[in-house]
Every structure is written in C-alpha cells, then in structure tokens.
C-alpha cells in the first residue's frame, strides 16, 4: 500500500489456517518483572484502565475492588494476594486482551511470595 507522500506503508499481516489457541501477534508482553510491588502497581493500573474499557461491568467492578485493596498502604500481603489472585481471574477470562495485565499480576504475584 502506498501513502498519499509515496512512500510504501508495511502493515503487519497474519494469516491463520485451521488450528486452535491461535494468539496473533502479542506486542506486549513483559520481559522483565517489576523492581518492586509499587513500581509494579503503577504499571498495572493503565493496563486494568484498559482492560476495564472491554469487559463486562461486574467483572470491571472486580477489579476496581482488587486495585482498591493492592493500593491501600496497610493491606495484608494475604489480601493483595486475594486481590491479585481476583484480578488473574478476570484478565484470565478476557483472552489476548487480558494477556499483559495476567503476565504482570502474576509477576507481582511472586513479588508478595506467593
């Protein structure tokens, strides 16, 4: 495809034939695990923003009560672990959407020992 400036426009393209768990192309997927549980709930409330945005209002409500309990300064490691445990559930149920809030919940998952 060409541009309006000619310059030629590559685009990615992904052909599936047949088969099942097919995943596409994943851009962002972490590497590399959080430095610290508060470094890494900054980097996960955008991506529950995000994945909030495409399901359903109960679970969005999940969610919203999982970072309420992960923010709170005094919470017990086995309550965040409750709330991270409660968002892997959601993120796990919404497919590729839910890919990168799963990988970082998980990560932070094993940051509180667990």
Do not use: C, K, W
């Amino acid at each position: 495809m060409t541009s309006g400036s000619g310059f030629q426009e590559h685009h990615n393209t992904v052909n599936m034939y047949g088969g099942t768990g097919n995943r596409g192309i994943s851009y962002d997927q972490r590497t590399t695990a959080p430095v610290s549980f508060d470094a890494g709930l900054r980097e996960l409330r955008p991506l529950l923003a995000g994945l909030r945005a495409g399901i359903p209002e109960g679970d969005g409500r999940t969610l919203d009560e999982a970072l309420g309990v992960l923010a709170e300064p005094e919470a017990q490691p086995q309550n965040r672990r409750n709330a991270l445990m409660a968002i892997i559930g959601v993120a796990a149920t919404a497919g590729t959407l839910g890919e990168s809030v799963l990988s970082l919940a998980r990560q932070l998952l094993q940051l509180l020992g667990g």
